[in-house]
């Protein structure tokens, strides 16, 4: 294996990591807005 191609594995498990943090917390805010009284 050369340092090179395990660089890549690392970033594309950070990526991977991060995009499922981002998704979850945008599923958490449009939960948590929907649970609020809508603004009239």
Known sequence: MDSNHDTQIQN???YRYT???F???QQ?????SA???PVS
Do not use: E, N, V
Not at 28 to 32: G, L, Y
């Open 23 to 25: 998704i979850y917390s």
């Open 35 to 37: 649970a609020l009284p």
């Open 12 to 14: 594309l498990q950070c």
């Open 28 to 32: 958490f805010a449009r939960r948590k």
């Open 19 to 21: 995009t499922r943090q």
